[in-house]
């Protein structure tokens, strides 16, 4: 019975299926007969057309599937085509990072990296999975054919991409991002942000002049948020989860370990215009400026709850989810705040404002800042937009 309904239907044009099943849902005297039938057509309409927006069992949107048809449906992001090999670049590294995060406890890369001799250029230990995680997305990203430059927080200078394996775009990155959490298996991430090529580093003759090449290259990665083609995390945690942007919305994948593959399961991702949630490290308030402590009081008085990880990727992604606040201000020992502008505040901050969200110093609008340094760190203020418009209106009537 179901399959002559199917049959029959497909016979009719699109319009008439429609057409049909509409008058079968307003005309109440139509027999039943005639209304199962146009039922029947419009599930066919709507099934016989799936939308790639959603992963089914059947039809799954991997991550590369996604790209192509972004590409097809936007052909004004040109960029779209190369992000097919960085993205499947990005992708591996995550899935590789994220089996050496899980398995850290069983294979010995727990702890800090040569018994705790090892400092990056900002004066941290580095951990072991540090390291690891730094070459696993280097060698990813290095062999993608599409890299010219990358900075890195474990580095101390932007490193150059070989001529053999080169392309023209610029990768910032913090590899591990939350990794003093990671012994004690607590939510950790990678933050990716991807620039358009630096036609001086790249086209130019350098001949002999390397260290006049590296200079301009480095200058090549100190561009503003707003010049990002393309940002990104990934949060590993109960699940691993690759969440982005090109510049068009942002879009949620979630590893599927039975198939190895991301899969689109957040689509057109939008963070609350509101929340109850604040994100601070509060045992710092005492170091705040009177502005961000005046905020935390208001945000107690109206009973908010307090939610912090200490690892960037897990809170800001649930402040992406639930709505809320989440920052790192500036205070009296550290001016600048903690976190990193070009690999940390600026990617979150491109995610957070492609999702409807707001992110600012308090002051200034983080996409807007021009870095004097590539591991240069600002004060991050970010979530949802009435809650940090509130902060930056504070700011305002303070001065
Ligand atoms: P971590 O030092 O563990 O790598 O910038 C790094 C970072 O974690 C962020 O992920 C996190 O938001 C912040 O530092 C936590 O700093 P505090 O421990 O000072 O709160």
Request: charged share 25%; proline share 3%; net charge negative.
């Amino acid at each position: 019975m179901q399959m002559a309904a199917f049959v029959g239907s497909a016979a009719l044009g699109c319009g008439e299926v429609r057409a049909r099943a509409a008058s079968a849902r307003t005309a109440p005297a139509a027999g039943r007969r005639t209304s199962r039938r146009a039922a029947a057509a419009l599930s066919m309409v709507t099934s016989a057309k799936p939308s790639r927006k959603m992963s089914t069992e059947t039809s799954p949107v991997t991550l590369t599937r996604f790209i192509i048809e972004e590409g097809m449906e936007n052909a004004d992001l040109i960029h779209l085509k190369d992000m097919e090999n960085l993205m499947a670049a990005i992708a591996l590294a995550c899935k590789k990072i994220s089996s050496l995060v899980a398995r850290a406890g069983l294979s010995n890369l727990t702890g800090l990296e040569e018994g705790g001799g090892s400092i990056n250029v900002q004066g941290e230990e580095q951990k072991k999975l540090d390291v690891l995680s730094n070459e696993v997305l280097k060698n990813a990203l290095r062999f993608s054919g599409k890299m010219g430059i990358m900075a890195s927080e474990e580095e101390d200078k932007p490193v150059l991409v070989d001529e053999l394996t080169s392309g023209s775009y610029i990768a910032v990155f913090d590899p591990l991002d939350g990794s003093s959490n990671i012994d004690a298996n607590i939510a950790t991430g990678t933050i990716f942000g991807i620039f358009e090529d630096n036609a001086e580093c790249l086209t130019q003759d350098w001949e002999d002049r390397i260290e006049e090449r590296e200079l301009q290259c480095m200058y090549g990665t100190m561009q503003p948020g707003t010049n990002l083609v393309a940002s990104g995390y990934c949060l590993y945690s109960s699940a691993c989860m690759l969440v982005l942007t090109f510049g068009n919305g942002v879009h949620g994948f979630t590893l599927d370990p039975t198939i190895g593959e991301f899969l689109l399961t957040h689509y057109d991702m939008k963070i609350p215009e509101d929340g109850k949630i604040y994100s601070f490290n509060e045992a710092n308030e005492a170091n705040w400026d009177p502005v961000m402590r005046d905020m935390l009081s208001r945000w107690k008085e109206r009973g908010y709850s307090s939610r912090y990880i200490g690892s960037m990727v897990g809170d800001v992604h649930r402040t992406l989810m639930y709505g809320g606040i989440f920052g790192y201000p500036g205070d009296k020992k550290n001016k600048t705040g903690k976190l990193r502008l070009l690999y940390e505040a600026a990617p979150m901050s491109h995610i957070i404002e492609q999702a409807g969200g707001v992110s600012t110093t308090g002051t200034e609008r983080i996409m807007d800042l021009n870095p004097q340094a590539v591991h240069q760190r600002v004060p991050v203020i970010l979530g949802s937009k009435n809650l940090v418009n509130e902060v930056v209106e504070a700011y305002k009537q303070a001065k």
